[in-house]
């Protein structure tokens, strides 16, 4: 069932998503060549516990991590580790956070020092998919326009889309209805409403958009080892236009 959020409880969505928001930006000033996978993870959990909340993702269904750390040909659900980041990669870092019994949720790909044009690219391509379907996330609106909008952006350049990973409605929950696909056609699916709050993440691909779990149990990687970029912002659904809850603006996504 999906369910409006009330002015309080957007209020608590807030204030999950500012600390979500800010572990990003202290990640993405973190991230250089030679950190460790595992050291990013410490502090971010650090960070959140700081301000009060507690890391979403450790412990949910079982997930070891206080976040998700994709390198590479990682799409999504990376575990942290004491690998150390190389120049040139391309590294996705989620992040969730329960502060009050709400829920932030956003992602993030940044490269490792410089990075090809081809990554480059892919990283442009999952942020403006991203921004591609916000910008569609006006109340009358369907969620197959979301994904119709991911969609079209990110073929028309060249990349493809994962298909079997999709964005959610979010909440009390990390998961909450409605599934929010980042593949549609316009005009189906549910119809938007005010107060609703949704995750959209694309997550693409350079090549093949096939992807495998690692005999970890979690990491998913593309089954051609291409590379993958994984963006992710908590909205809400207002009588204008959405808001952005994480409080990472567009400008201030690498």
Known sequence: MIR???????????????????TLRLLREMIAPGIRTRALAKEAERFIRSR???PTFKGYQGFPGAICISINEEAVHGLPSWRKLREGDVVSVDVGATLNGYVGDSAITVGVG???????ALIDASRDGLHAAIDVARPGAH????????????????????QSYCGHGIGHALHEDPQVPNVG???TGPILEPGWCLAIEPVITAGSAQVIVEPDGWTVRTRDRSLAAHYELAIAITSAAPEILSLTSRDELP
């Open 114 to 120: 410089t990075i090809s044009a081809q990554a480059r």
């Open 4 to 22: 409006a959020k009330s002015a309080e409880e957007l209020r608590g969505m807030r204030q999950a998503g500012a600390v979500v928001g800010d």
């Open 185 to 187: 056609d316009v005009g």
């Open 143 to 162: 969620v197959g326009d979301l994904g119709a909008a991911v969609e079209s952006l990110v073929r028309a350049r060249g990349f493809d889309i994962v």
């Open 52 to 54: 009060g909340a507690v």
